[in-house]
């Protein structure tokens, strides 16, 4: 059954979230959905969620997951918003332990932090198999950009995540903590190995200019026009061209107070004695 796709482009992270869904009156998956976040004031929003949610209403979808691909660490989920208001259970890929591991000591959370998953309703491991209504969706380890990287594939659609990105983009950065561009290289020839007509749905668009934002396309087309990883890139020759490129990138605008509220399954920290949530800063440590 070929499922359908309704995108929804935050234009001020360039992150694309997803409602795939069976039938209009069936059962829905959210994947990547964003709470909107003022690094200047610290005050979240909920107007890119509420567009998810108003589709989902109008629909009479039942959204039985909430996806993420990754911890990302460029926007906020908001899958805890998304959770109380349409249902549906959390889930990212079981690797998750290992990214709060590492970012547990960075930001030297509370002792009551768990780097065990716990925050999210379901950790899917690779090759896991699991239903959107009458979709079959399966889980495929892709790790790489993050170790816990997942990409969904649902009938003949797949959300990569930050795997790939359109072909005039290229493929996601490996300097974050665990990030690893051989891994990376064989997460995406695993991708393309699937078939030609195959659609694959981006979680970023940044367009070169004078293109309008886009966000899906074919194996086909990235195997002939990914501008890093086409079809007869080696592994040496990408590993060296990502570890350059990598080494004169910026880090991303919002990925600390990102990668701690990601972490968390969305959740803000636990409140301090006056009733507010604090982000930390660590300063010097990256």
Request: charged share 20%.
């Amino acid at each position: 059954m070929k499922p359908n796709v309704q995108a929804f482009f935050d234009p001020v992270t360039g992150t694309v979230s997803y409602v795939v869904f069976d039938r209009p009156g069936g059962h829905a998956a959210v994947v990547d959905s964003v709470l909107d976040y003022d690094p200047k004031s610290g005050r979240t929003r909920t107007t890119s969620a509420d567009r998810v949610i108003g589709f989902v209403r109008a629909q009479g979808l039942t959204v039985q997951w909430i996806l993420e691909t990754h911890a990302h660490a460029d926007h906020l989920s908001a899958a805890p918003y998304l959770r109380r208001e349409l249902g549906g259970r959390i889930a990212i890929g079981a690797a998750i332990t290992r990214v709060q591991d590492v970012f547990k000591r960075i930001f030297n959370l509370e002792p009551e932090f768990r780097a065990d998953g716990a925050q999210f309703d379901h950790l899917l491991h690779d090759g896991e198999a699991f239903r959107i209504g009458e979709l079959q969706a399966t889980a495929m380890s892709v790790p790489g950009h993050t170790p816990a990287c997942m990409a969904y594939q649902v009938g003949d659609a797949v959300f990569v995540g930050d795997t790939l990105f359109m072909p005039d983009v290229g493929t996601a950065r490996c300097d974050f903590p665990g990030g690893d561009a051989h891994a990376l290289y064989r997460s995406v020839r695993r991708l393309l190995s699937l078939p030609p007509a195959t659609r694959l749905f981006m979680c970023h668009d940044y367009p070169p200019e004078g293109r309008e934002p886009a966000w899906e396309c074919t194996v086909a087309d990235q195997r002939a026009r990914n501008i890093h990883i086409h079809d007869g890139v080696s592994e040496d020759a990408f590993v060296e061209m990502r570890t350059k490129r990598d080494a004169t990138l910026e880090m991303p605008t919002l990925i600390l107070p990102s990668v701690q509220v990601n972490i968390r399954a969305g959740e803000m920290p636990p409140p301090e004695a006056n009733g507010v949530s604090y982000l930390k800063i660590p300063v010097n440590a990256l």
